[in-house]
Each structure stands twice: as structure tokens, then as C-alpha cells.
């Protein structure tokens, strides 16, 4: 259980609400991965979806059941609406299946807009909190924990409080234990939020949870607010994910409740797997993960301004607002035209080099790279190129392991419409002259081709070098000169990566430079 246990409940429901989002189909093998790493980090519920509605969610409920999924601190939630109207509840084919999923915990929907109840339900209010209570009632009859959620309850109590007050009146008198003040379309902001939830705790002392959308992109401020004026249960999603603009960030959500609020809601130690989860979670949803998320996104500490790095060199703590490392996260500088010699000197801390007293160095190199910068380099993500750069500067970098001669790319265009590209290097290594062809898709894996070819049976170490990723962006513009390519190639040995950069006017000769650097990086690294 979190370390609150019942007093305040973490409620996941990233395999209902997020997998309405847009772009996101899980599997059941998929669901039950998802449920495994919620249930590591120690959520207290897990709302596993709507069993009766998808054959999906029937089968991961059943899976569940037979072993499947074992889970150490969470309980399982069958979600599903209240029974349809004029129908009795024990005859509802949907009631009937959320019993079935063998789920301890049930979440009821229900309508608790006047405008809802007569227009989509078509139906009254009085039927509307029979279905409630009945339904609720039955379940609980059942032994199943049942929580309500209240859905368009804001814009409802706007409209016609009476209305719904009634709806969780109607659900406590069946037995549920707590009732959630759903956003549903999300349209609510902080203040007003905060006041209705209020207002509702004093007027009925019920439980309340609060669950919120994310359309004016207060999801997650919305649901601190709740708790602030006296929610006790959040519904949250993974990354946010969820129907249209998404749900309130559980990451978020979790990081500013504990970071800030100081409540435990989680158990202590799953703070710093935040990070981890998060990404994970993105995975297995196959959305890249978002870099600029609070609290988790890889961006979330990386500073590039050059007066922050300045403050930063004197204590991290001045321009971060936790330390990153208790979500599991990293702070990063990053060197860009926007740096000043304090960046570049925490950045050589991360290569290893000391610059406390190289101010020269400092100067010069940051000179360099906004120079650079202004023709079209980027070493925001090309941190070996800016390594190579600096070392250069201190003239430490070792002859480098081969010398280009020349080399030359042919393309191919033959009669049955293929196209076949061919590189020869003329390369220098190891104290002999080298010539070779090969061919390739496309010029730049030609030469990439040819390179290898070279210079494998010279460098025992290129074999393990492979090229993980290559982006190309053109630059037009760049202060009124001719457009420029700029190359980024991202390089693995097998245990480390790095990226290098190269610009030209020739996305040839750009793509040769990155392709260099990247080998001269790793020669670097050989034998350390
Ligand atoms: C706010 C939320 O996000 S709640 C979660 C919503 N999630 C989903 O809708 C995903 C799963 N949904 C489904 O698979 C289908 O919509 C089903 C199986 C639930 C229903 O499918 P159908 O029977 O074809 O009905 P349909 O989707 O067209 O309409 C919903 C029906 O439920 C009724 N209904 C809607 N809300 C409620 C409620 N809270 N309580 C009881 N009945 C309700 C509607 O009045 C409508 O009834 P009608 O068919 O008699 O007009
Ligand atoms: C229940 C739910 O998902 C909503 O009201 O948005």
C-alpha cells in the first residue's frame, strides 16, 4: 500500500483513461506490462479497464484472474457504467460483467449533469439516482469496494447543483466509499475547481476524489487544487495520456504531492524510479516519450542558458526546483550559442576536464561554438564533436587514427530504374596508404561503406562502432548565406552512444565530417 495506506489513494487508470488517448491501442500482454510497472512504483489502484465492453479488457480482467498478473501493492479496478435505465440492475449484461471480472474494486460512471441525465440518458433525475444507488448497492451486496465516478460534475453543479449532489448522495447511500468530481471535459481552471471541491467536502463530508482532463491544460494544477481544498484520491494517467488532450500526468501529479506538498503518497523509495517508469510506460505505449514533461522529461533539468549555468556552478540548487536525482532524473548543461564559460566549464566536469583554471580555454572555446553555432553547428546534442572541439583547443587530442587522402561518391541511375551509389576513400592509417570502393543505398552509406572497408583490418575497435541514427536538417537562411546541411550521426559501440555533428554547405561532405568525428571520438576513448 503507499505509505498514506487508505488516507489518500493514488488511483492509475493509464489502461482506461489513457488508452482512450489518441494513437494508443494496447494489447493484453501490453496491459498487463503496464499494470506490473504501476504496481512497482506502488500506485494503490490500478483501473484495468471495462470488462463487458472490450473483449480486451474482459480477457486482461481473466488473465489477471488465472495468475497472470500478481500485484504486491495495488488492487485491481473493473470500471463500467451504472445500470441503463428502466433496466434492473441484476438483468444489465454490463453490471454483470464487472462482477465477472473478479476485480475487488469497482468504479462506477455515472451522469451527475441535469442536462446529461434528460438529453443522453433520456431519462429523469430520480431514475438517475436509482441507477446510481442501485447499482452501487448490488456490487457492494457483491463484496466489491465501489467508488462513483461523477462525471461532467463541475459543469453539473454549475448548472444545477441540487442535481448533482443528489448523484453522490444516491451513490453513498449504496455504499460507495468515495466519490470522484470528474472534469470531464476538462474545462475547468484551478481556483473554480478548487472552490466547488471545497464547497462539496463541507456541504455532504463525503470522501472525494477528483479526476481531470487535461483541455485547458490544468489537468494536473487542477488536481493539486483538488487535494488542496480536500480530495483525497487522484486518478491520474501515465504521461498524461488519455481521451483528446489527455488526462492529468501521474508523474506530475505524484512529483509535486510529494516534492511539495510533502505528502507520501507513494512509498518513499519509488520517487527516484519515477524517470525509469515514465519511459517505460512510453514504450510500451510506442509515443515517443515527450523530452519537456515535468519532473521526468530529459529536458526537465538540462539548462542552456549561460547565466543559469553561472548561478548553477555555484550550487545546482539555485536554479533547480528538486534535486533531479530524486525522481530519478539527471541534470544536464547544454553548450549552445546561449553559453557562457560557466557552462562550458560544468560541461567539461561532465567529459572529465578540469577548466577551473583555464580561463583562456573557457573564452576561446565559447567564442568557437557561437561562431559555429551562427553557420549552422548545433552542439546541444553533438556532445562528442564539442568534446573533440575543446580537447583540440587544449591540444589534447592524440594524432588522429587515419587522414583522408580523398575520397569520391558516384550515383548510379541505371535503365531499370535503380539507383546505386559508389564511394572510394583514399585513406592514410597505421602508416599505409589504403584505397577502397564499396557500394551502398545512398552516397553517405557508400562512404560510410568504403571507410570501414579501409580501415577495419588497420582498427581492431571499429567493428563494435555502429551508426545508430543520422538526421539531416537543411538550414536556409543562415544570415543570408547559401543553405547549409546540418548532419547529426549518432554512434554505439555496444555500451556507450554519442553524437556528433557536421555542417556544409554538401550533405555529402557534412555527413563525412559527422561520420569522422564519431571515429575520432571513439579512438579517443580506446584503451582509457
Ligand atoms: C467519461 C468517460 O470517458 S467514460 C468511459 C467511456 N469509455 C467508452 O465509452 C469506451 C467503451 N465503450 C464501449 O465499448 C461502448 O460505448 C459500450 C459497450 C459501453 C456501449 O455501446 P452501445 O451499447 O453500442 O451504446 P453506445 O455507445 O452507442 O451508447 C452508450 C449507451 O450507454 C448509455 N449510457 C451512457 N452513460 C451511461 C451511464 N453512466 N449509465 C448508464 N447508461 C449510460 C447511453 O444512454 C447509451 O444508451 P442507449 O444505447 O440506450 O442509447
Ligand atoms: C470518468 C472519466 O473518464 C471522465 O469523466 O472524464
Not at 439 to 444: A, C, Q, S, Y
Not at 492 to 508: A, K, L, S
Amino acid at each position: 500500500m503507499t505509505t498514506l495506506g487508505d488516507s489518500f489513494h493514488v488511483y492509475d487508470t493509464t489502461l482506461r483513461d489513457g488508452a482512450q488517448g489518441e494513437g494508443i491501442t494496447y494489447s493484453v500482454s501490453d496491459k498487463l506490462a503496464v499494470a506490473r510497472l504501476l504496481d512497482g512504483l506502488g500506485v494503490g489502484f490500478i483501473e484495468g479497464g471495462w470488462p463487458g465492453a472490450l473483449p480486451k479488457d474482459t480477457e486482461f480482467f481473466a488473465r489477471a484472474a488465472r495468475g497472470d498478473l500478481t500485484l504486491k501493492n495495488a488492487q485491481l479496478v473493473a470500471f463500467g457504467s451504472t445500470r441503463k435505465a428502466g433496466v434492473k440492475v441484476q438483468d444489465d449484461k454490463q453490471v454483470r460483467a464487472l462482477l465477472d471480472s473478479g476485480a475487488p474494486v469497482v468504479t462506477l460512471v455515472a451522469k451527475s449533469d441535469r442536462r446529461h441525465i434528460e438529453r443522453a440518458l433520456r431519462t429523469d433525475v430520480a431514475e438517475n439516482c436509482a441507477m446510481v444507488r442501485d447499482t452501487v448497492r448490488f456490487l457492494v451486496a457483491e463484496g466489491r469496494r465501489v467508488f462513483l465516478d461523477a462525471e461532467h460534475f463541475f459543469d453539473g453543479f454549475a448548472f444545477d447543483s441540487d442535481t448533482s449532489l443528489r448523484t453522490l448522495e444516491s451513490a453513498v447511500e449504496g455504499g460507495a466509499d468515495v466519490v470522484v468530481l470528474c472534469d470531464t471535459n476538462g474545462g475547468q481552471l484551478p481556483l473554480g475547481l478548487a472552490e466547488t471541491v471545497a464547497d462539496v467536502v463541507a456541504r455532504t463530508g463525503f470522501r472525494v476524489g477528483i479526476h481531470c482532463q487535461d483541455d485547458t491544460s490544468c489537468a494536473v494544477a487542477n488536481t493539486i487544487a483538488a487535494v488542496q481544498a480536500g480530495a483525497t484520491h487522484v486518478q491520474c494517467t501515465a504521461n498524461g495520456y488519455g481521451e483528446r488532450a489527455g488526462n492529468a500526468d501521474l508523474f506530475a501529479v505524484v512529483g509535486n504531492l510529494v516534492t511539495k506538498l510533502g505528502l507520501d503518497v507513494l512509498p518513499r523509495e519509488s520517487l527516484a524510479e519515477l524517470t525509469r517508469v515514465s519511459h517505460a510506460l512510453a514504450e510500451i505505449a510506442n509515443i515517443a516519450p515527450d523530452s519537456h514533461q515535468a519532473y521526468v522529461g530529459s529536458s526537465a533539468f538540462a539548462h542552456k542558458a549561460g547565466l543559469h549555468a553561472s548561478a548553477i556552478k555555484v550550487d545546482p540548487e539555485l536554479y533547480n526546483h528538486i534535486d533531479p536525482g530524486a525522481v530519478g532524473n539527471d541534470m544536464r548543461v547544454l553548450v549552445t550559442e546561449m553559453a557562457g564559460r560557466a557552462s562550458l566549464e560544468l560541461k567539461g566536469r561532465e567529459f572529465g576536464i578540469d577548466l577551473t583554471r583555464r580561463p583562456d580555454t573557457l573564452t576561446t572555446v565559447v567564442r568557437k561554438v557561437k561562431e559555429l553555432e551562427a553557420g549552422g553547428w548545433s552542439f546541444e546534442a553533438a556532445d562528442a564533436s564539442l568534446e573533440l572541439l575543446l580537447k583540440d583547443e587544449l591540444s589534447e587530442l592524440d594524432a588522429p587514427p587515419f587522414t583522408l587522402e580523398s575520397y569520391r561518391v558516384v550515383l548510379d541511375h541505371t535503365q531499370d530504374g535503380s539507383i546505386v551509389s559508389e564511394a572510394t576513400v583514399k585513406v592514410h592509417v597505421a602508416g599505409e596508404r589504403v584505397i577502397a570502393t564499396a557500394e551502398g543505398n545512398g552516397p553517405v552509406h557508400a562512404l560510410d561503406a568504403a571507410l570501414r572497408k579501409a580501415l577495419l583490418p588497420h582498427l581492431s575497435w571499429l567493428d563494435s562502432v555502429q551508426l545508430n541514427d543520422y538526421k539531416v536538417r537543411i538550414l536556409t537562411d543562415q544570415h543570408g548565406t547559401d543553405a547549409v546541411t546540418r548532419v547529426l550521426v549518432e554512434s554505439t559501440d555496444g555500451e556507450r552512444e554519442w553524437t556528433t555533428v557536421g555542417v556544409h554547405g554538401n550533405i555529402v561532405e557534412a555527413s563525412w565530417l559527422a561520420l569522422c568525428d564519431a571515429l575520432v571520438h571513439k579512438a579517443t576513448r580506446v584503451g582509457e
